[in-house]
């Protein structure tokens, strides 16, 4: 995609009125059913919001956490708190109790949103009875039944919208090492340039006709990414609030064409799609785009070959939503083995301690650029993930190609250091996950007395092997021998589960599988 194609703003709110312009009767956003917005209609509706939230007394200053579901009205509502200049905190509806009230107090709310009872979950009494250490609890605002939020027609009586881009607006949340979620927070630049390199490394919307959509968690910060991909390049998206229940159906109704999330969607297309062998499952979906989670390569293979899709997984985090992103015209091997080339405007550096490394050697990555967060609300975890001269320590270990593409290795604080070797689990567990019998996989450090940690391999069974005896760990043992891998990583425990436990970010939730199996 050509750069001038992307319509540029240099706030959020200016760029839904700008595309409202450009395109006001193009649909920008379609759900499950037969609800639609024009890009003007859209614009429109959130100003109506923005209005009635204002005249209930939130305005600039105001600090707005909502825990909600992907739909419509959640997107209205966003840009309708954007339009208005709070902060704006979106909590993922995954989080009960214990991680809604961490993250209503590392973000200071004020005010909560929630959708009232919604799928079996009394939003509105976990809301009203958190526990905040002391802390005076927010005004809870209850849109019963996950309804619409109000509106109102006096749009003349809102304030100015917001003029500085560079201002902390959003508060995203990451777990930290306690599994609390941690609060990120993003300016309206920041996610603005993270969305640009997405949009135009990934071709989306490159193609007349295509059509997005957003089947993760809009509290993600993934999904503030797709609504700015979605101004910029002017295509329409599809929310879905059930997936893949009522999801798939909508994907295939509403013809789309691109669409991503993690490898756990990954995985799920293609045995929804191998449960119906010789029915194309979406036969207009041409790109999958996702990030968050390491993608094995035999991935790449399989979603090309049984679906006819290319798999471009990217490399962000909610710190810094996009750091790299695969370009689908890139050659099979190197989507398949790699996460991208860094987006445009962004530095990446990988480092041995505070020494460079050789190109194609392996080493910690670090960034800096416009897209990078502002900083934790927490300032000494700020000042932790900061270098000395301002480069920011993703945490995650990779390498760099000739060709410029990066690829991930693993994280740093996942190595496994058995006897003294450092052993990455991302390795293991790719190789795990081409055996036929394994659904799943996730290889995790357990203390040992002996060796200092054992290596421990946690699987899933495959669908194909369902009813069947799971494989032993002799038997995934010879398998990853003859798959060249060396004696000294081989895994010394295996547990099998139904399901791989994740986080609310659709990651596999490591720290829990340590703290069961420890």
């Known amino acids: 995609m050509e750069a001038s194609v992307l319509v540029r703003a240099e706030t959020i709110w200016d760029l839904v009125e700008r595309r409202a312009q450009l395109s006001p009767n193009e649909v920008a956003l379609l759900d499950e059913g037969d609800t639609r917005l024009t890009f003007r209609e859209f614009r429109d509706r959130a100003a109506r919001v923005a209005a009635a939230l204002h005249a209930d007394g939130i305005g600039p200053g105001s600090r707005v956490a909502w825990q909600l579901f992907t739909k419509i009205d959640t ?14 905190a979106p909590i993922i509806p995954l989080y009960r109790e214990r991680e809604v009230a961490a993250a209503v107090t590392a973000a200071g709310a004020d005010t909560l949103v929630v959708p009232g009872t919604w799928r079996g979950t009394d939003y509105a009494t976990m809301a009203s009875s958190l526990d905040l250490g002391g802390r005076a609890a927010p005004r809870v605002l209850v849109l019963e039944n996950h309804g ?3 509106e109102s027609e006096d749009v003349r009586a809102l304030p100015p919208p917001p003029a500085d881009p560079d201002e902390p607006r959003w508060v995203y949340f990451t777990s930290g090492s306690t599994g609390l979620p941690k609060g990120v927070m993003h300016s309206d630049h920041s996610l603005l340039e993270a969305a640009y390199g997405f949009a135009l490394h990934g071709g989306l919307g490159a193609r007349h006709g295509d059509v997005g959509s957003v089947p993760f968690p809009v509290a993600h910060i993934g999904g503030v990414q797709y609504l700015i991909s979605m101004l910029a390049a002017g295509f329409p998206v599809v929310t879905i609030e059930h997936f ?7 994907l295939r109704r509403h013809r789309v064409t691109m669409t991503g999330g993690s490898t756990v ?8 799609q191998r449960a119906r062998p010789d029915d194309p499952l979406l036969p207009d979906l041409r790109l999958l785009k996702g990030g968050g989670a390491p993608s094995p390569s035999w991935l790449f293979y399989a979603l090309r070959d049984e679906m006819n899709v290319t798999l471009a997984h990217d490399y962000g985090m909610t710190e810094v939503p996009m750091i790299c992103v695969a370009q689908p015209d890139d050659a099979p091997q190197v989507l398949a083995e ?11 550096r990988i480092m041995d301690g505070a020494e460079p490394v050789p190109e194609g050697a392996e ?31 993703t945490g995650d270990r990779g390498r760099r190609h000739p060709t410029g593409h990066v690829e991930l290795t693993g994280r740093s604080k996942e190595l496994i250091i058995r006897k003294g070797e450092n052993i990455a689990p991302l390795e293991i567990e790719e190789l795990l996950s081409r055996h036929p019998a394994v659904g799943g996989a996730a290889v995790i450090g357990l203390p040992d007395t002996e060796r200092g940690e054992l290596v421990c391999a946690v699987i899933t069974v495959a669908p194909q092997s369902a009813g069947a005896a799971p494989p032993t760990l002799a038997e995934l043992n010879r398998y990853l021998t003859d798959a060249g891998l060396m004696v000294q990583k081989l895994p010394e425990r295996l547990e099998v589960l139904d399901v791989l436990p994740v986080t609310g970010l659709g990651k596999v939730a490591k720290a829990e599988l340590r703290r069961r199996y420890a």
């Open 75 to 88: 997107y209205v509502l966003m840009v309708a708190l954007a339009r208005l200049g709070v902060v704006q």
């Open 148 to 150: 619409p939020p109000p």
């Open 244 to 250: 893949p229940s009522q999801g798939l159906e909508a």
């Open 265 to 272: 969607f990954y995985t799920a297309l293609l045995d929804a």
């Open 338 to 348: 790699t996460d991208g080339k860094p987006i445009p405007g962004l530095q990446l």
């Open 363 to 393: 080493g910690e990555i670090e960034v800096r650029g416009p897209m990078v967060f502002r900083g934790y609300t927490d300032a000494k975890a700020t000042a932790d993930a900061f270098t000395a001269d301002g480069w920011f320590r």
